[in-house]
């Protein structure tokens, strides 16, 4: 879904500002600390329901205020929504057409996005956690029912590290390592199902912009050679001392190779964030091609780590995409685009539309 327009209200630098997006290419331009970073900010939680930059609600919400509000209108074809969120002191609250809703999901699917930041690259170099919400994000919007098994998984986890530090006996864990061996199985399947049909636009991106082969392994998050109820029964001593639950798809990570090497080791910080535009790319065009409509796609700062040539790889690889794109850099390149984008300046928190 295109994201058409967009009001600001106390967040972060941003007093108010009402913004109308193309269905298209949009660049936000300025100087630094001038609020390019925070609309984008503002359009992830939009969508998101939380901040991408890991920001406390005492961050986000402007100096003085007590809650911030945004409100914004998606659209595919001539089917609009209207989306808004308000956090600070009074708690989340999350609406979707009027109706409030119980959870920032209701988010996500009415405003699917994706972002490349500055940070992106620790998508490669940085720890698991980031590799699986990235295989969850694709899951969640390609496999019917991914997000309720999911939570279904995530609370039968919990019990059983309640069980653990409980000192619960065996014969009492065996009924929660029956609902994980279960649970996870089906995790797992639509995890590797998403991964495989990823896999080949990963590698077609990782050639148009590193110019290498580029691959991964997915590890499920226990032994090859052992089922997950196997895994759970051979942990449970080291589990019992630690409190939780070593084996099943909350291990699970995504081990990128380049030129059958481990890519984490071997490149550059340019080339990790190529490696990991790559990964977000090839997910964009997935879930684009699943969900039948446009994805939008935010840009902060491209142009950071890489040079003249890497960056215009890379936007030849978002245009060829179709995506909604929303970008921010210090001046206003046009050129960064295969289409004209509309043009915003924005200093010291006022945004103002300029072709």
Not at 55 to 76: C, K, M, P, T, Y
Not at 104 to 129: C, F, N, R, S, T
Not at 210 to 238: H, K, N, P
Not at 240 to 256: E, F, I
């Amino acid at each position: 879904m295109a994201l058409s327009s967009l009001k600001i209200t106390d967040f972060r630098c941003l007093e108010s500002a009402g913004i109308d997006f193309d269905q298209g290419n949009n660049l936000i331009y300025g100087p630094n600390a001038s609020g390019k970073t925070s609309i984008l900010e503002a359009v992830a939680y939009l969508g998101r329901g939380r901040s991408f930059r890991g920001a406390s609600i005492r961050e986000v919400v402007r100096h003085g205020q007590d809650n911030f509000v945004l409100f914004g209108n998606s659209r595919v074809g001539s089917r609009a929504v209207a989306l808004g969120v308000r956090n600070g002191t009074g708690g989340l609250e999350v609406h979707t057409d009027g109706e409030k809703r119980a959870s920032a999901a209701a988010l996500a699917e009415a405003l699917p996005l994706q972002i490349i930041d500055p940070d992106v690259h620790k998508l490669i170099a940085g720890g698991p956690e980031d590799r699986r919400r990235y295989i969850d994000w694709v899951a969640f919007h390609v496999e019917h029912g991914y997000l309720d098994l999911w939570r279904r998984y995530r609370r039968a986890l919990k019990q059983r590290n309640a069980a653990l530090r409980g000192k619960v006996s065996s014969a009492g864990l065996s009924g929660w390592d029956r609902e994980l061996v279960g649970l996870g199985g089906l995790l797992n399947d639509a995890r590797e199902r998403v991964l495989d049909i990823t896999r080949s636009g990963l590698q077609e991106l990782g050639n148009s912009l590193v110019g290498c082969t580029i691959d991964f392994d997915y590890q499920r998050g226990w032994a090859a050679d052992r089922s997950l109820s196997e895994a759970l029964i051979t942990s449970v001593e080291r589990d019992r001392q630690v409190g939780s639950t070593h084996a099943g798809p909350h291990r699970g990570d995504l081990k990128l190779k380049l030129d059958e090497r481990q890519a984490r080791k071997l490149v550059s910080r340019g080339q990790q964030k190529l490696l990991a535009c790559a990964l977000i790319l090839s997910a964009t065009g997935v879930v684009q091609t699943h969900l039948d409509h446009q994805l939008l796609l935010l840009l902060d700062d491209p142009a950071a780590e890489l040079d003249s040539d890497s960056l215009r790889r890379l936007m030849e690889a978002v245009g060829n995409l179709g995506c909604q794109v929303i970008a921010t850099t210090l001046e206003a390149n046009r050129d960064l685009f295969d289409a004209p984008p509309r043009l915003f300046h924005v200093e010291h928190g006022v945004v103002r539309t300029v072709g």
